[in-house]
């Protein structure tokens, strides 16, 4: 089983719906994030989350939301869907003492993509 | 604006020859610097890092370069296998000096030649 699990890996839905993509980790790891990745400009970070009573904003939050409901649990709403939130959402985690590989290195989820018609 | 940028989105190698693929950030209290891979369909994963106070890090058939008064650095693989065609994203961190967050360049598509 993968140490990253991200749900669903696919969902094609409408502008304007809610949609959760949720993300659980058995890695033990504290630090969790939301990155999204565009053809041509890479991978960008949406929110992220140090601990549970931690959330921060990332490079682009605008038309999203987090929670973060348990240590192995983060979630990423998009509350009404629009076109331009095309695309695919990988989630990822850190240990940064690195005590269980390199210090700093992110862990991630096999993504899930999303089209917004 | 992007802090890391990899200026070259793709590039061909035969097998055998050597692959190096650049990257380049403008923020100076970056002092961490990963690589990772991505094969399609999956998530990417880590290759090799260098900190700030390495200009070498090599692991097998992997070796990052960092320059720092030129911001710059690269990844060699030598030899490079068709195995190793994948995209590959630069990233880097200033710890808590750049916010614990890290920045990604927007990646190079290996093809290696067989």
């Known amino acids: 089983d993968a140490d990253v699990t991200q749900t669903p890996r696919n969902r094609i839905t409408k502008t304007g719906k809610r949609i959760m993509l949720e993300c659980s980790q058995t890695k033990g790891h504290d630090r969790m994030y939301w990155y999204r990745q565009d053809p041509g400009l890479g991978l960008r970070l949406i929110y992220y989350s140090f601990d549970v009573k931690d959330i921060n904003k990332g490079e682009i939050s605008d038309g999203y939301s987090v929670s973060r409901q348990a240590q192995a649990k983060f979630s990423l709403s998009l509350e009404s869907a629009i076109p331009n939130q095309t695309a695919l959402y990988f989630c990822?985690?850190?240990?940064?003492?690195?005590?269980?590989?390199?210090?700093?290195?992110?862990?991630f989820g096999e993504g899930s993509r999303l089209t917004v018609l | 604006d992007q802090q890391v940028k990899q200026n070259s989105p793709s590039l061909s190698v035969q097998e055998g020859r050597i692959s190096i693929l650049n990257c380049d950030y403008t923020?100076?209290?970056?002092?961490?610097f990963l690589w990772y891979k991505k094969y399609p369909a999956e998530g990417p994963t880590f290759l090799i890092s260098?900190?700030?106070?390495?200009d070498k890090n090599e692991d097998g058939r992997f070796t990052v370069f960092l320059n720092k008064s030129a911001k710059h650095l690269s990844l060699h693989i030598v030899p490079s296998q068709p195995g190793d065609s994948a995209v590959y994203f630069c990233?880097?961190?200033?710890?808590?000096?750049?916010?614990?967050?890290?920045?990604f360049g927007t990646g190079t598509s290996l093809t290696v030649i067989p």
């Open positions: 990233a880097a961190s200033g710890g808590t000096d750049t916010g614990n967050q890290f920045y």
């Open positions: 260098i900190s700030s106070i390495k």
């Open positions: 990822a985690t850190s240990d940064p003492s690195g005590l269980a590989g390199v210090a700093g290195e992110l862990f």
């Open positions: 923020n100076s209290m970056f002092d961490y």
